[in-house]
């Protein structure tokens, strides 16, 4: 019976260089053919999903992802969270967008090659010490978190 079985949010980006237009096919007949609902932004820098459904089709989903891109999909940070039924999404939007996550900045102006590499927290707190301890100054730290995630950190 759907009442009882468990529901959940899905959330996850990855900065994939990837064929926007082929992506978008697969998502969208992937995410329908499983009933899921929710947003998708595919664009070619990436993959941007806040997705709700039954949990373990979320799960088959982001097997699928993962799969499907490999060494990068290995890397993807799936967010899972408990929902009820009264907080799913009702449908599914996916849509090909020109930035996986909108920081109004021109992807060609910011290519993801020149990206750098990510940090666990552990290397993201020496990286600080080291630039604090040195004279050189030229670091910089972009926190791109939203209004939302800076408030649950307060």
């Excluded at 992937?30 to 979320?58: D, V």
Aim: proline share 3%; hydrophobic share 45%.
């Amino acid at each position: 019976m759907e009442g009882t079985e468990a529901h959940a949010i899905l959330l996850y980006y990855a900065y994939i260089e990837l064929d926007a237009t082929t992506e978008h096919a697969w998502h969208d007949a992937l995410a329908r053919s499983l009933g899921l609902g929710g947003r998708l932004r595919i664009s070619s820098q990436g993959l941007n999903g806040t997705l709700s459904g039954r949990e373990a089709l979320l799960k088959e989903y982001s097997r699928a992802v993962t799969a499907r891109h490999g060494e990068h999909g290995a890397r993807i940070d799936w967010k899972f969270g408990v929902a009820e039924l009264h907080q799913l999404f009702p449908e599914l939007s996916c849509r090909i967008v020109s930035e996986v996550v909108s920081l109004g900045v021109d992807p060609l102006q910011a290519p993801l090659q020149l990206a750098g590499r990510h940090l666990n927290p552990a290397e993201f707190h020496e990286e600080l010490q080291r630039a604090a301890a040195s004279d050189v100054r030229n670091v910089v730290l972009l926190d791109a978190r939203n209004v939302y995630e800076t408030a649950l950190m307060l």
